[in-house]
């Protein structure tokens, strides 16, 4: 009996000092979950909103997000507007204050990223689907996830101090993970410096760049907006005329007008699941990245 009661206080005492109390991690990504799960190891329990093939610009408000983030501790999205039509709506419903915009608990995923396509002059509408801030599907670059993967270390540390050395180590060890992986890849995709590729969306401009690829015509007329006839027209012949070997869209977009187009072009159709579990191979961040080189790196060379 007295050994029991002495297990008993000492349960009690480990939860009274944190010792099981998980930090609870919401996001609106799977790629930000992957990485919030290495960099918060043991100490945290984190969930994505979407799953792997969800186009992030159109998810649906759902009631039970709104449950998950009342339970948050840590809320992480891509942020520069690209979550705009869901997640501000979710938080204010969500009331809970310390994950909102500015509390300890909201996480600037994108602090410190070089942005591409930042908007210069008037942004109207006229101009399509717009970024105001940049671009912002900027987790396909390793060393951004980097970034990412600091930026989240950073917010668990000052909801959760006593874990601090924890998610240090854990960061490193990304770190040198991501360095190790962005160099292979690098030589893989070497011979391929300067090819030129077209995309449906332009959604792939941060993993172009890293790897020395250039991004050609976009099949979208503008930002978020169908291509017209004529538009689609003036692709095929940009393809053609500049033999372009690749037309590169994600899952989540028209993937059959894409290879429609491709086709017409003398262009190969490639499908890249840039979003981590968006195919089997891709159970993590760094498999999501190491997956999608390898396929474009396929991709040229035949």
Not at 69 to 90: T, Y
Not at 134 to 145: A, E, F, K, R, S
Not at 276 to 287: I, R
Request: charged fraction near 20%; proline fraction near 6%.
């Amino acid at each position: 009996m007295k050994r029991l009661f002495a297990i008993a206080v000492i349960g009690m005492c480990a939860v009274a000092n944190g010792a099981f109390a998980q930090l609870r991690v919401v996001t609106t990504s799977t790629d930000l979950a992957s990485i919030a799960k290495e960099v918060g190891g043991n100490r945290v329990a984190v969930e994505s909103l979407t799953t792997g093939n969800t186009d992030l610009h159109y998810a649906q408000a759902r009631p039970d997000y709104i449950v998950k983030l009342n339970k948050a501790d840590l809320f992480v999205s891509i942020g520069l507007e690209l979550e705009a039509g869901w997640v501000p709506l979710l938080l204010n419903q969500s009331r809970n204050p310390k994950i909102h915009r500015g509390a300890p608990g909201y996480c600037v995923a994108y602090a410190g990223i070089d942005l591409a396509e930042k908007p210069t002059g008037e942004i109207t509408r006229q101009m399509g689907d717009i970024h105001p801030y940049g671009n912002p599907h900027y987790w396909p670059d390793p060393i951004n996830g980097i970034v990412i993967a600091r930026n989240i270390k950073e917010s668990m540390i000052k909801i959760d101090p006593a874990g601090k050395d924890e998610y240090e180590k854990n960061f490193h060890s990304f770190k040198d993970a991501a360095v190790k992986k962005t160099k292979e890849l690098m030589a893989l995709m070497s011979p391929h410096k300067g090819k030129e590729v077209v995309v449906y969306h332009t959604e792939f401009v941060y993993v172009l760049r890293r790897f020395g690829l250039s991004q050609g015509m976009m099949i979208e007329e503008l930002p978020g907006v169908a291509p017209s006839p004529a538009h689609a027209k003036k692709v095929i012949e940009y393809i053609r005329a500049r033999k372009v070997p690749l037309v590169l869209v994600s899952p989540w977009s028209n993937v059959s007008y894409a290879g429609k187009i491709a086709k017409e072009g003398g262009a190969k159709l490639l499908v890249l699941p840039i979003q981590t579990g968006s195919v089997p191979e891709a159970k993590t961040y760094l498999d999501m990245i190491d997956t999608s080189v390898r396929m474009l790196h396929k991709g040229l060379t035949q």
